[in-house]
């Protein structure tokens, strides 16, 4: 009788190790690699972008300035830019590149004039840290700059309805975020 209760509570033991194991392996495999879901494709050229950006009903472009060494920029894409709620709330509402600020890949801005990464990254918009996630207007003007990295998810999604609500255009940031007191 003892061995048949030891057994029973090992079995109910193992099972429930290996009802946790897949629970967690699960969540573990519903992220994915922001360079495949999150981010789209260029070649370069940001002014033929707004045109595409129009074309398929965006609100604009957002551009995630990084580099390798960045920690933060890391963070972001492992713990926010991974999520598939992220990258189908910003795929639905604008283009999404990103861009090496130590970069000497050959690059169109929006206005048309051709430059390196770097350039557009530093004389251009000023990214002296990372990461700045600026959004564009359809016109190529930045609205919208955020320097270094979200609190959580929740703070990069309202920051992404900051931005597609037109809120940017009356409020600071700081202050919408207060109004939504969820993420306090």
């Known amino acids: 009788m003892f061995i048949t209760v030891t057994y029973k509570r090992t079995f109910a033991y193992l099972t ?9 392996n699960g969540y573990a495999a519903k992220t994915r690699a922001p360079e495949d879901y999150f ?8 002014a033929e972008e ?6 398929q009903g965006k609100k604009g472009i957002m551009i995630f300035f990084e580099m390798d060494e960045c920690p933060f920029c890391h963070w ?4 926010v830019l991974n999520q598939p709620d992220v990258q189908k709330y910003f795929k639905d ?26 350039d557009f990254a530093f004389k251009e918009n000023r990214v002296r840290a990372t990461p700045v996630i600026a ?6 003007k930045r609205i919208m700059r955020y320097t270094g990295r ?3 998810k929740d703070e990069f999604m309202l920051l992404g309805r900051y931005v597609v609500e037109g809120v940017y255009k009356t409020t600071k940031f700081s202050r919408y975020k207060r109004n939504h007191k969820s993420l306090n």
């Open 135 to 140: 959004f564009f207007d359809l016109k190529g």
């Open 76 to 79: 972001m894409k492992k713990n």
């Open 39 to 46: 981010f789209d494709s260029t070649f370069g050229d940001f």
């Open 16 to 24: 429930l190790l290996l009802l946790l194991s897949l629970s967690i």
């Open 50 to 55: 707004l045109a595409t950006a129009r074309e």
């Open 93 to 118: 509402n604008f283009l999404i590149f990103p861009v090496d600020i130590e970069g000497d890949v050959e690059m169109t801005d929006f206005q048309g004039k051709s430059m390196t990464q770097k």
């Open 150 to 152: 979200t609190s959580s």
